[in-house]
């Protein structure tokens, strides 16, 4: 609780409101949440479209990215901490 407290600034933690949106992610990323790609792959809006393979808005070149989240096997990758990026299908 202390941690999603932090990560989304609530000043009273008995006041979180219906449909607030959380911050889940840690502010302090470890080496386990990043992910190195090593060939440019095509990045995607959702990962639904990552998974199916359409609708590529961009390139996902290769280096380190942070991952910003997991959904059906898919990773979001970004340059920036806490910030979403780009879908990729880590099996492509």
Same mark, same amino acid.
Request: aromatic content about 6%.
């Given at each position: 609780?202390?941690?999603?407290?932090?990560?989304?600034?609530?000043?009273?933690?008995?006041?979180?409101?219906?449909?607030?949106?959380?911050?889940?992610?840690?502010?302090?990323?470890?080496?386990?949440?990043?992910? &190195?790609?090593?060939?440019?792959?095509?990045?995607?809006? /959702?990962?639904?479209?990552?998974? #199916?393979?359409? +609708? %590529?808005?961009?390139?996902?070149?290769?280096?380190?990215?942070?991952?910003?989240? &997991?959904?059906?096997?898919?990773?979001?990758?970004?340059? /920036?901490?806490?910030?979403?990026? #780009?879908?990729? +299908? %880590?099996?492509?």
């Amino acid at each position: 609780m202390a941690d999603l407290v932090r990560l989304n600034n609530i000043s009273n933690p008995n006041l979180i409101r219906f449909r607030q949106v959380l911050r889940l992610l840690s502010p302090n990323v470890p080496n386990s949440n990043k992910q &190195h790609v090593t060939r440019a792959s095509p990045g995607f809006t /959702t990962a639904a479209d990552a998974a #199916s393979g359409r +609708n %590529p808005r961009t390139t996902v070149n290769p280096g380190m990215y942070y991952v910003f989240n &997991h959904a059906h096997g898919m990773i979001n990758v970004t340059n /920036t901490h806490g910030v979403s990026g #780009s879908w990729i +299908n %880590p099996n492509r």
